[in-house]
Structures are given as structure tokens and as C-alpha cells.
């Protein structure tokens, strides 16, 4: 569970439970009894003010998430059980899931135009001459054949690299940085980790990553999207100390 969404949602079951102490001021008409509404609720401490201000703030968080509507009697049911120690109707564990599956299931909803598109992409690809579709969805065309061997899961690698959207929006590439880059095949991203395990030393391949063996629902920052398909073009240089003497074959 993503500790922000649940700091979310604890903060939300705070602010609408201190909502609920607050002082109501009803002007009744005359020959009348009517009960209070939210209408009718008047700020008139410090107290009063930041509570509002909360459920305000964690309103507009929420519905920025595309949560638009939630029933709000289980909800204070819920807080009341809280601070009252009463047996919850749902386990700790429970809440955090249904939380985390609701609030996936909307960002899905959000990008389900990214996800069609990759899918129809991968689909159509697979379909190109020299295009390799391994059991993971991950997909990778040779552009440059190497003679020497590949790494394995555990070995540190130096590649050069580029890599796009499938608009070919370039979103990093460490041939304009003008070094190679180094790392644990087994910390990146999981395209990357068995993409790279099928490249010889001297190679070259375009690999096409799935949004799954990417960066998946989140995306990575500014640049990529959540649920998008990535094209690296990657470059094995070496792994491990010592760099066998190879000559690339170009691929006709």
C-alpha cells in the first residue's frame, strides 16, 4: 500500500470525523423543529477553521485523483468505529487494499487510452520481419549482431542507450550525455533486465517494453506516462570487469 494514499485516507477519516464535532447554528422558523444541516454549520472557532480547511484540501486531493463521489454515512460509521475502539467492519489490511484497488482502478480508467494504444502497437509489431516476441510480452529487434557472451542476471553492464515513446518523444538517452552508463542488470526495470540477458557483448538491439515490464501504472516522473510502451535502443559494451576483443556484425 502506498503509505501517501493511506496517509490520504487516514487524514480524510480525521478531517470529516472533526467536521461532524462541529457546532451547528440553525435558525429554526417559528412552530417548527427541523434538524440541522451541513448548510447550517457555522465556523465559529480556530478549531472550526482548520477542520474545514482539511476536508477542503483532502476533497480537491482526492477528486484531482478522479474521486468523485464516495457514501459518506459508512464513512463516518467507519471514524466513529475508530475513535470509539470498536471492531471495524473491514480489517486494517482490508481497508488498505480496497483503498489501493479503487484508487488503481480509476488511474486505469484515466489512461485506458494509453493502454489501448500500446497494446495495438505490440500487436502490429510483432507482426514486423526480425522482430523477436518473448514469452514476457517483451519484444526486441537485432539492429547489430555481437560475437562475444552475454550476462547474466547478476553482472554489472555498460551500455549506451536511447529511449522514446511511441510518439518518439525522446525522453533520455546517454549518447548525448557523451558516456556509457554502469549498473546492476538486476536493479532496473524488468524489460531491461531480461532484454539485456539476450544481447552478446558488441550488439545492439531496439527493444519494445510492455507498460507491465516498464514502469507500469506510475510511470517515471515528468516524461513518461503512466501505462506506457517504451522503445530503448540499447548498446552492450561490456559486462564485469574485462571487455573481450569482438567485432559487431552489422545486421543487413
Known amino acids: 500500500m502506498n503509505k501517501k494514499v493511506l496517509l490520504?485516507?487516514?487524514?480524510?477519516?480525521?478531517?470529516?470525523?472533526?467536521?461532524?464535532?462541529?457546532?451547528?447554528?440553525?435558525?429554526?422558523?417559528?412552530?417548527?423543529a427541523k434538524k440541522a444541516t451541513l448548510a447550517?454549520?457555522?465556523?465559529?472557532?480556530?478549531?472550526?477553521?482548520?477542520?474545514?480547511?482539511?476536508?477542503?484540501?483532502?476533497?480537491?486531493?482526492?477528486?484531482?485523483?478522479g474521486v468523485t463521489n464516495l457514501n459518506y454515512a459508512?464513512?463516518?460509521?467507519?471514524?466513529?468505529?475508530?475513535?470509539?475502539?470498536?471492531?471495524?467492519?473491514?480489517?486494517?489490511?482490508?481497508?488498505?487494499?480496497?483503498?489501493?484497488?479503487?484508487?488503481?482502478?480509476?488511474?486505469?480508467n484515466k489512461f485506458s487510452g494509453n493502454i489501448a494504444e500500446g497494446t495495438k502497437f505490440l500487436e502490429q509489431n510483432k507482426t514486423k520481419p526480425g522482430v523477436v516476441t518473448l514469452p514476457s510480452g517483451l519484444q526486441y529487434l537485432i539492429l547489430?549482431?555481437?560475437?562475444?557472451?552475454?550476462?547474466?542476471?547478476?553482472?554489472?553492464?555498460?551500455?549506451?542507450?536511447?529511449?522514446?515513446?511511441?510518439?518518439?518523444k525522446q525522453f533520455d538517452s546517454s549518447y548525448d550525455r557523451g558516456e556509457p552508463i554502469s549498473?546492476?542488470?538486476?536493479?532496473?526495470?524488468?524489460?531491461?533486465?531480461?532484454g539485456v540477458q539476450q544481447m552478446p557483448i558488441g550488439s545492439k538491439y531496439r527493444f519494445f517494453i510492455p507498460y507491465q515490464l516498464a514502469y507500469g501504472e506510475?510511470?517515471?516522473?515528468?516524461?513518461?506516462?503512466?501505462y506506457s510502451v517504451l522503445i530503448f535502443e540499447v548498446e552492450l559494451i561490456?559486462?564485469?570487469?574485462?571487455?573481450?576483443?569482438?567485432?559487431?556484425?552489422?545486421?543487413k
Not at 8 to 32: D, F, N, R, W
Open 74 to 108: 459508512l464513512l463516518s460509521n467507519a471514524m466513529n468505529d475508530v475513535f470509539k475502539d470498536s471492531k471495524p467492519d473491514l480489517a486494517a489490511d482490508k481497508c488498505q487494499q480496497t483503498i489501493y484497488t479503487f484508487l488503481s482502478s480509476i488511474n486505469k
Open 8 to 32: 490520504i485516507a487516514l487524514s480524510l477519516c480525521g478531517a470529516l470525523y472533526s467536521e461532524a464535532q462541529v457546532k451547528k447554528v440553525v435558525k429554526k422558523p417559528v412552530g417548527t
Open 183 to 194: 549498473f546492476p542488470l538486476n536493479q532496473v526495470i524488468p524489460g531491461w533486465t531480461e
Open 40 to 65: 447550517s454549520v457555522v465556523i465559529k472557532s480556530s478549531l472550526d477553521s482548520v477542520s474545514y480547511a482539511f476536508g477542503y484540501s483532502i476533497a480537491q486531493d482526492l477528486k484531482s485523483r
Open 144 to 168: 547489430q549482431a555481437g560475437t562475444g557472451p552475454k550476462p547474466q542476471v547478476t553482472d554489472e553492464v555498460t551500455v549506451h542507450y536511447k529511449g522514446t515513446l511511441l510518439n518518439g
Open 218 to 226: 506510475k510511470g517515471a516522473g515528468q516524461e513518461i506516462p503512466p
Open 238 to 251: 561490456k559486462f564485469g570487469k574485462e571487455t573481450p576483443n569482438v567485432e559487431p556484425k552489422p545486421i
